[in-house]
């Protein structure tokens, strides 16, 4: 133990909590906590666990968590537009070259012609909600390839099992699903993959975010939560993000302690944790052009209060932005 642990240690730490997700994505946050990173800055940090993103910031509405971490929804905007949440600092993003979320026809939509992402116009999509990261998906194609959302069926079937349910029985031409996911369904011969979103319409998929209030009022705790995350997203992005002259990954250095960190902390066995390790930003930096697209979007979608000003969701001063 550094000098440095020793010295926060002997002092009273500082409570804080964070809502995750049990997700590659927060991975970050689970090294944090796993190697002392939070405890180093005098902080005693608890994870609390959620299934679906909407949960987190209503948390830190209520007062149960004190920082989210975890995809960005229609929903969270809507808290936004109430000043209920800010964002501070990037979570992952879908990237170019880092498989996270694939686009998968049925068998019998490929036959028929779904051969691309932009086939994908007049299609019946599954998704989980209206208001989803996969909804924003959608609409993120359409915008590349000049159509809307309305030229699209989505399906919204409440989570993940019911949409592979969905593509496996027929009942819809494609589905947009997490990158472990999508793997089984072309292995199990269920499907046929048309790309990835990180390669077509790369875009800000998480975020750190807590309370106005908490910015406010305990600027000093927020500080020492952001600079113990930023240790670990430098130390997450050195050990999974490297690549080759390829464009194949590499394992950096830390790589095996790390996985076996967010494998125990999403219960999933390092081999499929490896499969689907989404990009983050060593800095933490956002993609802020893509937020505000975001809540464009959600404002055209009729998701989202139209007076809403789309910087007004952010505050990164101490991501250094």
């Given at each position: 133990?550094?000098?440095?642990?020793?010295?926060a240690?002997?002092?009273?730490?500082?409570?804080?909590?964070?809502?995750?997700?049990?997700?590659?994505?927060?991975?970050p946050?689970?090294?944090?906590?796993?190697?002392?990173?939070?405890?180093?800055e005098g902080?005693?940090v608890?994870?609390?666990?959620?299934?679906?993103?909407?949960?987190?910031?209503?948390a830190?509405?209520?007062?149960?968590?004190?920082?989210g971490?975890?995809g960005?929804?229609?929903?969270?905007?809507?808290?936004?537009s109430?000043?209920?949440?800010?964002?501070?600092?990037a979570?992952?993003?879908?990237?170019?070259?880092?498989?996270?979320?694939?686009?998968?026809?049925?068998?019998?939509?490929?036959?028929a012609?779904?051969?691309?992402?932009a086939?994908l116009?007049?299609?019946?999509?599954?998704i989980?909600?209206?208001?989803?990261?996969?909804?924003?998906m959608?609409?993120?194609?359409?915008?590349k390839?000049?159509?809307?959302?309305?030229?699209?069926?989505?399906?919204?079937?409440?989570?993940?099992?019911?949409?592979?349910?969905?593509?496996?029985?027929?009942?819809?031409?494609?589905?947009?699903?997490?990158?472990?996911?999508?793997?089984?369904?072309?292995?199990?011969?269920?499907?046929?993959?048309l790309?990835?979103?990180?390669?077509?319409?790369?875009?800000?998929?998480?975020?750190?975010?807590?309370?106005?209030?908490?910015?406010?009022?305990?600027?000093?705790?927020?500080?020492?939560?952001?600079?113990?995350?930023?240790?670990a997203?430098?130390?997450?992005h050195?050990a999974?993000?490297?690549?080759?002259?390829?464009?194949?990954?590499?394992?950096?250095?830390?790589?095996?302690?790390?996985?076996a960190?967010?494998?125990?902390?999403?219960?999933?066995?390092?081999?499929?944790?490896?499969?689907?390790?989404?990009?983050?930003?060593?800095q933490?930096?956002?993609?802020?052009?893509?937020?505000?697209?975001?809540?464009?979007?959600?404002?055209?979608?009729?998701?989202?209060?139209?007076?809403?000003?789309?910087?007004?969701?952010?505050?990164?001063?101490?991501?250094?932005?």
């Amino acid at each position: 133990m550094s000098a440095g642990t020793s010295a926060a240690l002997a002092q009273p730490l500082d409570k804080a909590t964070v809502g995750v997700l049990a997700l590659s994505s927060s991975g970050p946050i689970f090294i944090a906590k796993a190697k002392g990173y939070f405890a180093k800055e005098g902080l005693d940090v608890e994870l609390k666990m959620f299934t679906s993103a909407q949960q987190v910031p209503v948390a830190v509405t209520s007062g149960d968590a004190d920082f989210g971490v975890t995809g960005l929804t229609a929903g969270f905007y809507n808290l936004a537009s109430k000043g209920a949440v800010t964002i501070i600092a990037a979570q992952s993003r879908d990237e170019p070259g880092f498989p996270l979320s694939a686009y998968l026809a049925t068998n019998a939509a490929f036959e028929a012609g779904l051969k691309a992402p932009a086939d994908l116009k007049g299609k019946r999509i599954a998704i989980t909600t209206v208001g989803s990261t996969f909804h924003y998906m959608i609409g993120l194609l359409a915008q590349k390839h000049g159509f809307t959302v309305k030229d699209v069926t989505m399906v919204p079937l409440q989570d993940v099992p019911k949409m592979v349910a969905a593509f496996k029985g027929g009942q819809v031409d494609a589905i947009i699903a997490p990158s472990t996911v999508s793997r089984q369904l072309v292995a199990d011969g269920a499907g046929k993959m048309l790309g990835w979103v990180g390669d077509e319409t790369p875009w800000q998929l998480g975020a750190l975010f807590t309370a106005p209030k908490t910015m406010k009022d305990r600027r000093p705790l927020v500080e020492k939560f952001v600079r113990a995350y930023k240790t670990a997203l430098a130390e997450y992005h050195a050990a999974f993000n490297g690549k080759d002259a390829t464009g194949a990954l590499v394992k950096g250095p830390g790589y095996d302690e790390l996985l076996a960190i967010i494998a125990d902390a999403t219960k999933q066995k390092p081999d499929i944790v490896a499969a689907g390790l989404p990009y983050v930003d060593p800095q933490a930096r956002l993609l802020v052009d893509d937020v505000v697209n975001q809540v464009k979007f959600w404002q055209s979608e009729g998701q989202v209060d139209k007076a809403l000003d789309p910087k007004s969701v952010m505050d990164l001063s101490l991501a250094g932005q």
